[in-house]
């Protein structure tokens, strides 16, 4: 099946329908797979390069700082235990990996269950195309105005378009990105989705696929 979705002209004019799929647009949300997803994003994310020197690591001697019995002090070791300024560093971070494994097939409901989100809530803007006649922040903050775009945005093509790019970059909560690089974590951070006809289908070819580019998800 089929659902109908307006597309719009850079002046906000509604010029043609478009007919995109049910099982992409029309999805009940799953909470619980959006949230994996977007946690697995993250982890991802990590570099994971946090250490810390333990008392082994650190620089100092290793001698006794003073005898073990009648000084009437706390029995010390060397000066690199971690109790000293300077010393090592007990249960700290050190070098590891944050990756978390998600089924393709759950990282594809989860752009799904997002992208149903927004076109039953009427954030989903489908645009014939951008015409920008320069690159100017004033000119695309006028189109998204016209568009009805009064929250933060993300701004979708199918491939890079440096005018698009270039007129969006200095706009605040506005994010330009490629259809193939869709991902939980921008569709959850930004509240209208902005995209063109060739980029919306090309999400809908992806994510329609039998085996899905890693990319997107």
Do not use: W
């Amino acid at each position: 099946m089929t659902m109908e979705l307006p597309v719009r002209n850079v002046l906000g004019e509604t010029v043609d329908h478009i007919q995109v799929e049910d099982r992409v647009f029309a999805l009940p949300f799953n909470e619980s797979v959006v949230h994996q997803a977007m946690v697995r994003q993250l982890a991802n994310a990590r570099q994971g390069t946090a250490d810390t020197k333990t008392r082994g690591e650190v620089s100092g001697s290793t001698r006794k700082v003073y005898r073990q019995k009648h000084t009437g002090r706390a029995r010390r070791g060397n000066i690199r235990s971690p109790l000293l300024r300077g010393g090592g560093v007990v249960f700290g971070p050190h070098p590891r990996s944050y990756r978390q494994r998600m089924p393709k097939k759950m990282r594809r409901l989860a752009v799904k269950c997002l992208l149903s989100a927004k076109a039953s809530s009427g954030e989903l803007v489908i645009v014939d195309r951008f015409q920008l006649k320069e690159p100017k922040t004033a000119e695309m903050a006028q189109i998204l105005k016209a568009l009805d775009v009064k929250a933060s945005s993300l701004v979708v093509t199918l491939k890079p378009e440096p005018e698009v790019v270039k007129a969006a970059r200095n706009l605040p909560k506005t994010k330009t990105s490629q259809a193939a690089l869709l991902n939980v974590v921008d569709l959850l951070s930004y509240r209208f989705l902005v995209i063109t006809v060739d980029g919306i289908r090309s999400v809908e070819d992806i994510l329609m696929r039998e085996r899905c580019p890693s990319q997107v998800g």
